[in-house]
């Protein structure tokens, strides 16, 4: 059955047949005229919104229905998570054409309400718009930090340290295989699916507001550099990137050694790693990366300084400046 013929009240009707119960801060959710949220005493409200379209932020025939879904409200996630938040409820607007099949839009949004279920969010509501266009997928993440505790790009200061969380690189070494057409390969899958589910780091964000020590942060969805650039910007420095501690998986040097590849340059301008970048000063440094390590398994490598200045230097092994041929996504650069 196609959209046009189901009709937009019966598909509203089959997504709440299939939502959960509204539960925790989601006191209202699908079929009201707006949602209703519950406060949580002492937090402060973080709402973020996102935007992907067919064609610009992905090709339908290397993404299964739920996995466009999933990929777009997870992007939105990793932002509640650079700010140190807990993400609540997802709103979804879905623009589709009314000769999609009613399944078809029905596993985009339940890859979306499952991807925020997995960070204990629920789906709240939405709305369906019918084009002639691509396929569209807009969102908006809430969700609860501590009241004046949230992380943010302007708090860093010179003589603190630059950190990163995982590794960089995946996702373009991913999107590379998918555009090079070695999928099959055992690295590329790995990369492949770095690509199409990121991974927000909400825990090591909540973690990073806890511990008091870390000023500024942002996730890195434009690319290293240019993510690097916001907070220098932001906060009025400079940052210094050492090249040689940047992190990178081993599958993204193996898809780089394949494809004839620098993969610094995926790592530094990729984009869309969805790593957390931030700064703390020196005396923290040791502990939240022991902890970062303990308490969540995942690595926090340091790669820089926040200076006085303006502007992010990368710093090869010889002191020399390294600059990748491309910064960094701009989306209408790219457009």
Known sequence: MRLREAGELEFIRMLRLDARQASGPIALGIGDDAAVLTPERGSS???KCDAVVEGQHFRREWFAPAEIGARAALSAISDIAAMGGRPVALLLTLLISSDEEVAFALEVVHG????????????AGGETVATEGPLGLDVIVAGFVPAGRELRRSA????????????LGDSAAGLASLRGGIANLPAAQHVISRYKRPQPRVELGRFL????????????????????????TESGVAIVVERDAVPVSPEASQMAQTLDVDPLVWAASGGEDYELLFTAPVDAVPGLISEARRRFGLPVTRIGNVVEGEGVRVRDADGSDWAPPVEGWDQFARG
């Open 45 to 47: 409200l973080l709402l």
């Open 112 to 123: 979306a309400a499952e991807a925020c279920e997995a960070f204990g969010a629920g789906l």
């Open 156 to 167: 860093a200061r010179p003589g603190d340290t630059l950190l990163v969380t995982g590794a």
């Open 209 to 232: 507001v806890e511990s008091g020590a870390v000023r500024a942060a942002i996730d890195i969805s434009d690319g290293l550099l240019r993510d690097a650039g916001h907070l220098a």
